[in-house]
Structures are given as structure tokens and as C-alpha cells.
DNA sequence: CACGAGACCTGTTCGC
DNA sequence: TGCGAACAGGTCTCGT
């Protein structure tokens, strides 16, 4: 499920108000935050979706720590404790709930966090590629991310030189997370619309200019995913708008919105990608 | 070292 | 209607 916008939308609803009842005012996927919650106890319904330390290290070390903050790097959501960082990869179908711990648990609830109120948090997970790790420090999850694509240091001439000697393809350069952090399938098909670049156009045959119009199409395309709170597509993910704003992403056969071309579908790198032959020429190297 | 295929999982949808 | 294949927001690991 979740690239940047969606998850960026879980950590926002995370940090919802403290205190927030039905009917109050609107928030963010309409349930409390967590900051300034105490954890009393974590229960593992699936061992797989804890990567570190092991289960019983992990209630021992969780069990009495306040959440003090909230935040994402790239996919990743960290929960910043008292003395550890709690973090979470969603992957393909995770998602996490705040909810009253009356509620009966659900298929595909994979960890469940109490609080000493009458709180949970859940992590709910279908295909069980999500995971959680408790560390002392984030960088030991986190190394080897690359940049954030709205950090706004961060150029177009810093892509093009971590682009610019790989033969892969675009597509495929913009979801290797070592390089740029936090683009996924939807967003990557949808920047390389706007920017008209074919998906398939080799990491060194893309100027500094077409860099710079990459970086300002995928920030363009995030920043409208957050706005819409993310993308819901079938059953994973709930609450967002922006699949309903989609240029290409899974529009295969259905009209290019610019020049009316058959949008086309091809397999780069294993994930399926959507473009217009017309709009993305490919380009010659 | 760089790259691509396979693995990890379950659920839904599509084609015959 | 039934059944298998294809496909799904991601990232590791392994082989070439």
C-alpha cells in the first residue's frame, strides 16, 4: 500500500489531538493521536512482523514508555519513545489503527500496543510484509535511505548525480529507495508522466535538465497525494482521494487526459508501469 | 559491483 | 459457477 503521501497521512493522523471524540471536529482519518500515551504491554499475534529484538525483549523494553513524538522517513513511520525509537514499514497492505481496546480484534491484526488509558494501537497487515523494530537508534534501520524528495536542499543536480552512470531504467531508479526515499509505484508512474519521460529511459541519458523537471514532478505529484490524504486503492488502505486523480497509474487502454493516446502498461523491474507513448517519448541514448 | 529474478504472503479480479 | 492465473501501495536475498 503506502509510499510517501499515505504513510506521511498515518503519521499526521497519529499526531491527531489527544482527546478526540465522533462528532468533534474533523481530523485525519477521525481517531485520537498518540503522543503523550503510555504503553502498558504489546501483544505479537504474528512473530514474522517483529524484525528486532526478539518478543518478549521487545514487551519488556516497550511496556511503561511514554510516545514523546511522531514522525516518517521515506516509508517509515518512528515513534520516538522515552528511551527507544518504534518503527514501522508498511509494505504492501499494512496499516495502523488507534481504536478502544473493547474493540474485537481483527483478520490480519498483526501487533497490538495498549495504553494505560482505555487505548490500543494495531497494526493491521494482510500479506504480512510489514514490520516493526525497537532500537536504540533510528540510523540502525534507517541507514542507506536516500534522500527526502521534499527536503528542500535537496537539487535536481543531486539526483542526476546519483542517476547518471546507471544504465536501469528511470522507473526503476525511482523506487530504489537507496537513491531517493519514499516515491512507489502510483507516484513514480504518475512523475514521469508530468515530466514526460519515458519510464524505460536509462538513468545516463537523462540531462540535468530533465533532473530538475523529474524532482519538481515528483514533489508536485507527493505534495497532491498528501493534500488527498494519500491513495486508496481496493481494499487496503482507507481515506484517501487521490486515486481518483490518477493520469496513468492503472488508466491501461483508457485515454491519455493530454492527447487522447491509449495509455500503455509495461513490466520494469518486476512492477507494472503505466505511460503515454505519445506525452513520454522514449528516449534515444 | 550492478542488475534482475525469486521469495515473502494473502486477497481480489479476470479469463476461460 | 468454478478454477487457476494474474495482479496488488515493497523490499530482501541470491545468482549471474
Redesign the pocket.
Known sequence: ???LPEVETIVRSLRNPKEWSAGGSRTLREQPGVIGRQISGATLLWT?TLATPKPDEFIKQITGQVIQNVSRR??FILITLDEWVLLF?L???GDLRVEDQGQPIQ??DRLIIDFTDHLRLVLND????GRAWLVKDEKEVLAGLGPEPLDPTLTGVDLFKSWHR????IK?LL?D?GLLAGV???YSDEALFQAKVHPLTPGKSLTEENCDQLLYAVRTVLEEGIRKNG???????RGGDF?NHFKVYQRTGQACKICGSPIERLVI????SHFCPVCQKAKKN
Open positions: 500500500m503506502p509510499e514474522h521515506g516509508k514499514h509494505r504492501m497492505s483478520k490480519h494482510a500479506r504480512k510484509f546507471s544504465s536501469r531504467a526503476a523506487l529507495q512507489g509505484n502510483i491513495a486508496s486503492i481496493d481494499w487496503v488502505y486515486q523491474g518486476q512492477r507494472s
